[in-house]
Each structure stands twice: as C-alpha cells, then as structure tokens.
T-cell receptor, first 111, second 113 residues
Framework: QQQVKQSPQSLIVQKGGISIINCAYENTAFDYFPWYQQFPGKGPALLIAIRPDVSEKKEGRFTISFNKSAKQFSLHIMDSQPGDSATYFCAAGEYGNKLVFGAGTILRVKS | DAGITQSPRHKVTETGTPVTLRCHQTENHRYMYWYRQDPGHGLRLIHYSYGVKDTDKGEVSDGYSVSRSKTEDFLLTLESATSSQTSVYFC????????????FGQGTRLTVV
C-alpha cells in the first residue's frame, strides 16, 4: 500500500514556465519530506527537504510548499530549464526512520 | 556520487540462479540501504543496515538477503532469482538513521530471464 501519492506521472513545461509536482501522505507521524532528482542512468540525488515546522522552503529556483492540515506538499520549479528535465521523487518519513517514496514524475522542459 | 560504487552495473541472469550485488562506500557512513526502482512504484526499501552485522528488513525483502561484514561493504543476494526481481537496484548511504540526506549509487540494472 503506497503511503505517498505523487502526481502527475509526467509533465511537460515550456522553458521559463513553472513546474509543479504534488504529493500527499497519510501518516501524520511523518515529519521529514525530501525531494529527489534523478537523471537517466544516475541514482537519485537529494534536491531539497522540509520539516513541518515551516510551510515553505526555497533554494534557488526550487521551492517546497507544505500544508500540514491537508497532508500535502509540493515542489515548484520556477523558470524551468531544459536541464531540469529529469524524474522527480517525493518521499516522506519520520526523521530517523525509514523513508517512503512516491512513484515519481517525469518532467520534460521544452526549449 | 559521494564515494559509492555499485557492482556490477548491469547483469543478465537466468531464473533460479543466485545473484549477489555489491555496494562499496568510501565515506565511512554508518547507515546503508538497498532499494529497488520499478516504474509506477518509485523506490522501495529492500533491506538496510545500521552497522556491521546489524541488518533489518524493508518493505519488499522477500527473496533477498543481505550481509555487512565491513563498514564499507553491503551485499545484496538474490537466493534464487525470479523474473519479478528484474529491476534497477540502488544502494544508498547516510549519516542519518532512516535515510535522511541519503546519497545514492548509480544503480545496477538486473535482468532475470
């Protein structure tokens, strides 16, 4: 049973546009929410992560928005670039305990 | 890739044969993990280790075993490979218990025919 639901499965965005990927979780004990970026033939790499004491975290063009009451969090990629084309995974877990991953979103940024 | 080496990178094996995948790290991280990646399922935890000779099962451990005799090496064994174990396998290391801030290897693509 998947505890983290990720959408959409795939996404096509024009260069310069905003990419938005959403995740929903079920376990209210989860307190750590990372996003991973994976390029073809490579392993996932940690992109950005948030703890529930804040509603938003920004690192460069990447922002996580977190809604604790709705049990949802999302990744926003501003000014999307072709080099952002990759598969993105959200994950959730209790910090110090095992992570549960979403199914992934394949992002393609058209130039 | 943060000092993680997986071997082999690609392998084709026959149903019923044993297979061992190796993960080697040079970061001296205490925690190591094996995941499998399949379309539509994301990454699923197979087994993990919190130290030498300290291992435990993840959510999809059936048909797999692991061993960790040294800090730097974490081995994943498929005792008798089945077609359902065709997948891409990733090793990860972390200084944090549970896999927070984990670094992943480049993966091993295993095909069972």
């Amino acid at each position: 049973q998947q505890q983290v639901k990720q959408s959409p499965q795939s996404l096509i965005v024009q260069k310069g546009g905003i990419s938005i990927i959403n995740c929903a979780y079920e376990n209210t004990a989860f307190d750590y929410f990372p996003w991973y970026q994976q390029f073809p033939g490579k392993g996932p790499a940690l992109l950005i992560a948030i703890r529930p004491d804040v509603s938003e975290k920004k690192e460069g063009r990447f922002t996580i928005s977190f809604n604790k009451s709705a049990k949802q969090f999302s990744l926003h990629i501003m000014d999307s670039q072709p080099g952002d084309s990759a598969t993105y995974f959200c994950a959730a877990g209790e910090y110090g305990n095992k992570l549960v991953f979403g199914a992934g979103t394949i992002l393609r940024v058209k130039s | 890739d943060a000092g993680i080496t997986q071997s082999p990178r690609h392998k084709v094996t026959e149903t019923g044969t044993p297979v061992t995948l190796r993960c080697h790290q040079t970061e001296n991280h205490r925690y190591m993990y094996w995941y499998r990646q399949d379309p539509g399922h994301g990454l699923r935890l197979i087994h993990y280790s919190y130290g030498v000779k300290d291992t435990d099962k993840g959510e999809v451990s059936d048909g797999y075993s692991v061993s960790r005799s040294k800090t730097e090496d974490f081995l994943l064994t498929l005792e008798s490979a089945t077609s359902s174990q065709t997948s891409v396998y990733f090793c990860a290391i972390s200084e944090s218990r549970g896999g927070a801030e984990a670094f992943f290897g480049q993966g091993t693509r295993l095909t069972v025919v």
